[in-house]
């Protein structure tokens, strides 16, 4: 009897402990490079021979998700999960990464905690920007050179821009692009074409990055006029039209002043041709007074009659040299006091007295 149990336990036991020596079972193929969007899945597959008993999926070298064959997979992130294949005696491990960010770039790894070749692969994770050309329609002159600028903006990493005219590219000499740094490891690109239309045309700027499938394109109409001339015409007729506006007023505005200095200057010719002839009166008369105030300062005896200037101005007569009555002159006791008292004071001033009605008999006549 323990003969014949050995019998059986023997390749029993050979066989039970033959895969737990590990070198029965590899990867039999690793995973694949992978370009996608951001926000979008990544998947990556990991195949193992009959015999595997653990794998591990590493993200830049981070253990992200674990694959035991007697129990299954063991998630513990909610973005790493994964799916599994089995066809005849291989496995397959499908990591699936969700929501993609640029941060997941990188390595991905599948390990069996067994020294494997193909084991990696890399994992590119890549931002679609925006793309615009700012004008959707330009109107050339024939002749005239345009630059149209065609802006891609938040790209990772910087899309190639080329350019079509209707159905065909555009040789790279015609187009200049510039790459700038922009925020959150994301890319700008500028381009800027140079075009001298021959015709009405439709450009495209084109962005690619190999996560998408199509291009990102933008468009501008280029419409050719070839009727510049008239054009320019209708610019030129409207802006010396401006022009001739605004000469026009202006000499009117010229003439207008001209206008009022000529009206103003023989109103003032008219004045004073009147005021000469009362001044010459004035003269006289102030020949005539001078002479009595002379008189009045010989004698040396106050003269009550005395009119000072300012008030003998207020009487708007100064042809008239006879004086007034002096009840209505002299009510104000002030004025009484200065004129009485002034001379006496102060007689060295009686040569100021006689410049000063001069002056101001001036200021009222003008
Ligand atoms: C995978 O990507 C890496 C790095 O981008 C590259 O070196 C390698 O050649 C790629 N492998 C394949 C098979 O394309
Ligand atoms: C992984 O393998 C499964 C089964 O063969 C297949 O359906 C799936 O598309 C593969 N995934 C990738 C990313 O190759
Ligand atoms: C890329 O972005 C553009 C503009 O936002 C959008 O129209 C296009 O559908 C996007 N492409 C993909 C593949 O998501
Ligand atoms: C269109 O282009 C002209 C110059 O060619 C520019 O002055 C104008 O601002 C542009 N219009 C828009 C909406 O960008
Ligand atoms: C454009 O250029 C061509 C050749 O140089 C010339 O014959 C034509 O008169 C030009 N047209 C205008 C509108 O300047
Ligand atoms: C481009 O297409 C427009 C119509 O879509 C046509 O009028 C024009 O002649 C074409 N230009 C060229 C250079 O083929
Ligand atoms: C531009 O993109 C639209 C979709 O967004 C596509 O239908 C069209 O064919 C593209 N044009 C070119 C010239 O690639
Ligand atoms: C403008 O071009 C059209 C064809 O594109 C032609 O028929 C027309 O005579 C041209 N006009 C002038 C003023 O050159």
Redesign the pocket.
Known sequence: MERLQKSILLPLILTASLPGLGFCYSITKGPDNATV?AGSQARFNCTVSAGWKILIWLSNGNPVLTVLSSQGSVETTERFTSQNYTSGDEFTSELIIHNTQLSDSGKIECSIQQPSENNFAFLSVQV????FIKNSTLTVHENKTVEIVCEALGWAPAPDISWMTNDSFIDKSRYVNQQSQGSNGLHNVLSILTVTPTATEVLTCLADIEA???P?NATVTLIFDNSTAENDYIEDTRSSWVIVLAVVLSFLGVVLLIIVIVVVVRCCLKRRAATYQSEIRKVSSEKKKDGNLENRQRNGSENLGYLPEELWNTEQSPGIASLPPMSSKFSDPEDYSYISAVPKVQPQRHSDYQIRPKKIRNVTLV
């Open positions: 969007l679609n920007g925006s793309l998408l499938p199509e990102q």
